[in-house]
Structures are given as C-alpha cells and as structure tokens.
C-alpha cells in the first residue's frame, strides 16, 4: 500500500476513478446479452434502471449534499441549497428535451429520452468523481483518511455497476446498435476521471460547490425517470415495470447503505 499512498494526490484520484469508470463499463457490457432477454424481461430491465436512478438521487446525491451541509451551514440554508439545486436539474431535463424537439436528428421522441438519460446519468457522474477527487485531495498522510477514501471509490465503483446498465440498456432498447449503446454506457462513467483529478486539484473550491452539483443532479436524474423510463415501461407491461422500479430501487439503496 506504501508505494500507492506515496503517488501524487491526483494520480491517485485517477486511479480510483478509473476503478469506478470500470464499473461502469462492466455494467454497460451486459446490453451485448439484450438481444437474449424477451421483452418483458427488457422492460423489467429499463424499470430496474429507473429504480436505480430513482435511490441513486437520493441516496447518492441528495443525501450526501445534505450531510456537507449540514456541517458548516444552516438549515435554512441547507434547504435552499438542495430545493434550488433540485429544481434547477429537472428545469435542465425539461429544456434540453424542448431544445431537442427542435432538432432534427433528435426529433424522434425515441432517440432523444435515450440521449437524456444518458445526459442525467452522466450529470450524475460528474459529483461523484468530484467526491472521490476531494476524498484523496484532503489527504494528510493518515492511513485511515487513506482507506477511507479507497473505501469511498469501491462504493462508488461497485454503485456504477447497474449505473452503466442504466444507460446502455434504454438506448439498446430506443434502437441503438449493442456497441454504441455501450460506448455510450461506459462514456457517462469517464467523466468521473477527468472530475477526480479535478476534485483533487481543488479540493477548496469543489468542496464548497459539491453540494450544488449534487442536488443538481438529483433533480435531473428524477426528471429522467418520470418523464422518459417509467411512462413506456408500464404502457408496455405494468407488473414488470413495477416489479423493475421496485427492485432497482431496494438494488441501489441496499448498495448505497451496505458501503457507506
């Protein structure tokens, strides 16, 4: 463990972030097996991931935006912070889908709810690896600070796993090739990368800004779900889309609890 905890701050929030970036792609590879599943099974599918998205805003976002808070601020201020973020994110979902509308190549409803979940999902990402960045960038020499930041990226790593599936299964399902569905899975986890080093580049400034970026996120992700995954899952079969929404969410807060 010396050699890891002797790198550079940010090496070592890219290597944890690229730990997490790995997850995702993991999950996202599963959308090569879709063409196997029946489509009750896809839209259980899709259901799932909208549950996961469901707990990952809260559990995920909204709850740690919270906890950072609470510590410094008050609670007025607390609930200004989360409500502002909040609306902002789904006002983001609800503009980006007018925008789109608009667009030829995104005219078809179809192809555009899979193109914002992705954006949610990648929105999403972003705090994450901001997270993990600050996490190694605070570090002072302590072994326990040390494990609790790896801690904090295998959490992260192993929440991104249904996450990737998330965003390949929708689009597998909206029409997209297996590949690019993938490519598209995996890619909404590399941001996490580029946010790590960036978090531990600026650990004052992005600590201060994460709880904003959290609940942003939330809202968005939230927005996604209501207007994009659950609407088709139940026209196209109610239980299994219940079913899915319902295991997704006990999926990712049983995840989310169990690491931490």
């Not at 503009?95 to 030829?104: E, I, K, N, T």
């Not at 990648?122 to 790896?150: K, M, Q, R």
């Not at 219940?242 to 295991?247: A, E, K, M, R």
Request: with cysteine; hydrophobic share 55%; net charge neutral.
């Amino acid at each position: 463990m010396q050699p890891l905890m002797q790198l550079p701050l940010w090496v070592q929030a890219a290597l944890a972030t690229c730990f997490t970036w790995f997850m995702t792609a993991l999950g996202a590879s599963f959308v090569f097996l879709s063409k196997r599943f029946s489509s009750r099974t896809v839209n259980a599918m899709q259901g799932t991931a909208a549950g996961i998205m469901i707990a990952a805003s809260f559990f995920s976002l909204l709850l740690p935006a919270m906890t950072r808070l609470e510590s410094g601020e008050s609670d007025a201020f607390a609930a200004l912070v989360l409500s502002v973020g909040f609306l902002a994110g789904g006002a983001f979902i609800v503009l980006s889908d007018f925008v789109m509308s608009r667009v030829p190549s995104f005219a078809e409803g179809k192809k555009r709810g899979g193109f914002l979940t992705f954006a949610a999902m990648t929105l999403h990402n972003i705090p994450e690896g901001f997270a993990v960045g600050v996490a190694f960038g605070s570090l002072t020499g302590s072994y326990s600070d040390w494990i609790a930041a790896v801690m904090l990226a295998v959490g992260i790593g192993i929440q991104n796993f249904p996450e990737g599936l998330c965003v390949a299964v929708p689009l597998r399902r909206n029409g997209f090739s297996a590949a690019r569905a993938f490519f598209y899975g995996q890619f909404s986890g590399i941001v996490e990368i580029f946010a790590g080093v960036a978090g531990a580049a600026a650990v004052g400034l992005i600590s201060s800004l994460l709880p904003w970026a959290l609940s942003f996120s939330a809202g968005a992700m939230v927005a996604v779900c209501c207007a994009e995954l659950i609407p088709p899952c139940v026209a196209e079969g109610k239980t299994s889309a219940v079913c899915g929404v319902t295991f997704g969410f006990v999926l990712m807060m049983f995840l989310d609890v169990l690491l931490g």
